[in-house]
């Protein structure tokens, strides 16, 4: 029997290299996905403890700030002539009205519960992300549609909303948009192109995350966590002593109203 | 990049950074003081009954030597433990107040025995103990300020309350001077009688180390010397810095560097270091000098010396830091620790890149005060000994305190991470407390949480 030629086609280096760059693609559109997922989650959780915080603490630093800023305006009327008085009670009311309005607005935001997203939500958004992220098609027409459905996304991930999740999805999936690609020469090109892109988009992620773990606020939500974990309420803890402070705020501004015969 | 490919290499999501208003971005600020005022801080109140006056690493790095007035202690690196008391000495410290300063420790170079100068019943002593027993084998009625092992042999080099050096057999117990240096040297000489004797010198021996080839003997002569009195026998009572203050001082501010072959007793080579500070390194190879000023703008602080040929090496290093008080080279010599301040409460250590003159890292502190630095054998971390007695481990590559260690008159013992995770002795809590919204509690209620021996000793395994 002779050796017959193999039926079998041998690849060409473009076909090597398209497997090998599309690989290395597969691999970082599961990075990129991941990653967005890890800045949806911290965005979130950021702004749910904020909110928290400020109907918990914030809410009485504010009254805190407001009783001292009375006292301010007591003290300055009791010495019409002390210029110093005048200026610090100038400035405590302006800091008692940027507290309070700061507090109004965080408080008018509807009350979320403490963000715990579940596996299956988490699922669905890493699909949705993979399907539809901007930084995945080179094409300037779908970048934009791809960009609001991504925006559109992660609300529906922030609210918890699976179902919508879903509805971007098969939305996506009945796009004309979805269909790209002609030919595994433009492909290759295509993907060279699509993992430069990934690549700086992971980048600005990873910088993104870094410099909200910079955040004070982060570091006040991973303070009141490492509390929690001992067991122990910190802002909870905080709150008995800013009430302390107005207490004796209050009384003292009950005693310099007495001391000026001004009616409580 | 220029801005156009910086601009093509944007991603094509805009940042989502969480923003929030001026008086919110106070409110949390203030929050977080107010976290940090309620935070458990553990901390431990140290004794400061008596001074640790010199400390020691073991060869393989697995071991410290604590040497205060009274005691001296052994230390496992690696756990924190402080495994026991190795010397107690006895002495009246209201007759005898001086006794405790010249307390002096060392390892063999094999790590089997233990050096300790000190004054006990009446006696300057030199003991050698063997280890990890601490069992004396041999003791010799010697004053001495430092003292040195001869690498694979039982003798040891010291530097005498005679401004002498001696060498000592303590298999045979034969002991010989070396050359020359009997009463050229002496600043002050503190007799075995308790007498004690200011002399006119030109200086006298402040540090002393074998080479690694044990062949010669590297001792510093400090030239900070005076004029004023050729000898003056100081009473008991009379305190030593009223009467350097009686005195005229005529101080030489540079020191000299003497090279002594072992095997014949007799100086090898001397040279001059103009500079009145210095440290030399672990294998007797180079030598660091400073000046204590702040050099002026643009000056080196540090010169480094090749003491085989007695040429400088190089000079390197700025002086923004204030006044240089101590410094210490790591054994490779690659390294410089320094410390200094611009004031008595402001400590700036700084690790410096000999070869660059770089600062690789520098700390900052108000509260930190260091009486002397000790680098390991192997140049992974310092030995701070603070003026309120403790023993803080430094990590030599990033400047991170790894643990500090405190030990009791009692012989309890705590060695506490930064971040309050702690190891002590049976007893060691009851010097343990914690601080939440500046009250004081015991660590009781926080044991479970804090008592990580496991941690402590994860922490310290950077130092292997």
Redesign the interface.
């Known amino acids: 029997m002779t050796k017959g030629k193999s039926l079998i086609k041998n690849k060409t280096p473009e076909d090597i290299e398209f497997e090998k760059k599309n690989n290395d693609l597969n691999h970082l559109e599961e990075e990129l996905t991941q990653r967005e997922l890890e800045?949806a989650t911290l965005?979130v959780e950021?702004?749910q403890f904020?909110q928290r915080?400020?109907r918990i603490?914030?809410v009485k630093?504010?009254e805190l700030d407001e009783v001292e800023a009375q006292i301010a305006e007591l003290l300055a009327s009791l010495e019409p002539k002390n210029e110093e008085a005048r200026e610090n009670a100038f400035r405590t009311r302006a800091?008692a009205k940027?507290?309070a309005?700061?507090?109004d607005?965080?408080i008018a935001e509807e009350p979320t519960e403490p963000f715990k997203p579940s596996e299956e939500l988490k699922r669905i958004y890493r699909e949705v992300a993979k399907k539809i992220h901007?930084?995945l098609t080179l094409n300037d027409k779908t970048?934009e549609h791809r960009?609001k459905l991504?925006q559109e996304a992660?609300q529906a991930y922030a609210e918890g909303n699976i179902e919508r999740l879903v509805s971007i999805l098969n939305e996506w999936e009945s796009s004309p948009n979805a269909v790209e690609g002609e030919g595994i020469g433009a492909e290759l090109v295509r993907i060279i192109r699509k993992i430069s892109?990934i690549q700086?988009?992971i980048?600005?992620?990873e910088n993104?995350i870094e410099?909200?773990k910079a955040?004070?606020?982060y570091?006040?939500k991973l303070?009141?966590e490492e509390?929690e974990n001992?067991e122990?309420d910190?802002l909870g803890?905080?709150i008995t002593?800013?009430e302390k402070k107005l207490s004796n705020a209050r009384k003292r501004l009950k005693a310099l109203k007495k001391k000026g015969n001004v009616k409580a | 990049m220029t801005d156009i490919e910086k601009e093509e290499n944007k991603s094509l999501i805009p940042s989502r950074k969480y923003e929030i208003d001026l008086y919110s971005d106070t409110l949390i600020r203030r929050g977080l003081e107010l976290a940090e005022n309620l935070s458990v801080k553990v901390f431990v109140q140290p004794d400061q009954s008596d001074r640790i006056v010199s400390v020691a690493f073991s060869p393989d790095n697995r071991f410290i030597l604590s040497g205060d007035c009274h005691k001296v202690k052994l230390w496992d690196v690696s756990s924190g433990k402080l495994i026991k008391t190795l010397i107690r000495d006895k002495y009246d410290e209201d007759q005898e107040p001086w006794a405790g300063f010249d307390r002096f420790v060392c390892f063999s170079t094999d790590g089997q025995y233990f050096l300790s100068t000190g004054y006990s019943a009446g006696q300057w002593t030199v003991k050698i103990g063997k280890l990890p027993s601490g069992k004396i084998i041999r003791s010799i009625n010697r004053g001495a300020t430092t003292a040195s092992f001869l690498p694979g042999s039982p003798s040891v080099l010291m530097v005498t309350h005679y401004n002498i050096l001696e060498l000592w057999n303590f298999k045979t117990g034969i002991s010989e001077k070396f050359e020359d240096s009997d009463d050229r040297l002496g600043l002050y000489k503190l007799y075995d009688d308790g007498r004690r004797y200011y002399k006119r010198s030109t200086g006298i021996f402040s540090s002393m180390v074998i080479t690694t080839d044990g062949q010669s003997a590297v001792a510093v002569v400090d030239q900070n010397a005076y004029t004023g009195s050729t000898e003056h026998e100081l009473d008991l009572e009379e305190d030593i810095d009223s009467f350097c203050d009686s005195v005229e001082w005529d101080l030489d501010e540079s020191c000299y560097i003497m090279l002594w072959d072992i095997n014949t007793g007799h100086i090898a080579k001397t040279f001059d270091v103009p500079n009145s500070s210095y440290c030399i390194s672990a294998d007797g190879g180079c030598a660091l000098s400073w000046k204590w000023d702040a050099p002026e703008e643009g000056d080196n602080l540090f010169t480094l010396w090749d003491i085989q040929t007695g040429h400088k090496i190089k000079s390197f290093g700025s002086a923004r830091s204030g006044d240089c008080y101590k410094a210490a080279i790591t054994p490779d010599g690659k390294y410089a620790l320094s410390e200094s301040g611009s004031d008595p409460n402001f400590t700036m250590l700084i690790l410096w890149d000999v070869e660059t003159g770089d600062e690789i890292w520098s700390l900052e502190s108000t509260t930190l005060q260091i009486n002397s630095i000790t680098i390991s054998p192997n140049g992974k971390c310092a030995l701070l000994v603070c003026s309120d007695n403790t023993l803080k481990i430094l990590s030599i590559p990033d400047g991170k305190e790894i643990a500090t260690m405190y030990s009791f008159a009692d012989d309890e013992w705590v060695t506490i991470k930064p971040d309050g995770y702690y190891n002590c002795s049976a007893d060691g809590e009851q010097y343990i407390k914690v601080r939440i919204n500046n009250k004081v509690q015991s660590i009781k209620n926080f044991k479970l949480k804090y008592y990580r021996p496991d941690l402590v000793k994860k922490a310290l395994s950077v130092v292997m």
């Open positions: 800045l965005l950021l702004q904020h915080y400020v603490v914030g630093l504010a800091h940027g507290s309005e700061s507090v607005s965080t901007p930084d970048r960009h991504m992660n892109q700086i988009r980048t600005a992620i993104e410099e909200l955040t004070e606020l570091e006040l303070k009141v509390a001992d122990r910190l803890d905080m002593d800013v």
